[in-house]
C-alpha cells in the first residue's frame, strides 16, 4: 500500500504565506506526477499545481505567480509554496501522487487525507 502524509496547512492572514508538505511512503517503484489539488465547501475538487518526475509544472490561472510547487524524488516528496495568499484560497488542501508500486509501469492515484488552509481577509 502507498501512503501520502500532508504538513504545513494553517490559518494565515491575507498576503501571507504557507508551505505544504506532502511525503509518499510505502510499497512504491517510481512516481510520475504528484501534486495539489483544493476543495472549497460545496465546490469541486480541482488542480492547483502539479510536476513530473522529470520537473515540468502546471498551475492553474489563479495561482500562477504566487504558488510554486517542487518535490525531491529522493524523498518522494512534493511541496507547495504558497505566497500572497487570498480568501479564495481557503479550501483543503489534497496530495495526490500516480504511483507505480512493482515496476510494471501501470501508475495508481493515491490521496492524502487534506490538510485545511484558512486565509482571513
Known amino acids: 500500500q502507498v501512503q ?3 504538513s ?3 490559518l494565515v492572514q491575507a498576503g501571507g504565506s504557507l508551505r505544504l508538505s506532502c ?4 510499497s512504491i517503484f517510481s512516481i510520475n506526477v504528484m501534486g ?3 476543495q ?4 469541486q475538487r480541482d488542480l492547483v499545481a502539479d510536476i513530473t518526475s522529470g520537473g515540468i509544472t502546471d498551475y492553474a490561472d489563479s495561482v500562477k505567480g504566487r504558488f510554486t510547487v517542487s518535490r525531491d524524488n529522493a524523498k ?3 511541496y507547495l509554496q504558497m505566497n ?4 479564495e484560497d481557503t479550501a483543503v488542501y489534497y496530495c495526490n501522487a500516480e504511483v507505480d508500486q512493482y515496476g510494471r509501469r501501470r501508475y495508481d492515484d493515491y490521496w492524502g487525507q487534506g490538510t485545511q ?4 481577509s
Open 4 to 6: 501520502l502524509v500532508e
Open 8 to 10: 504545513g496547512g494553517g
Open 23 to 26: 511525503a509518499a511512503s510505502g
Open 36 to 38: 495539489w489539488y483544493r
Open 40 to 43: 472549497a465547501p460545496g465546490k
Open 76 to 78: 518522494n516528496t512534493v
Open 84 to 87: 500572497g495568499l487570498k480568501p
Open 117 to 120: 488552509v484558512t486565509v482571513s
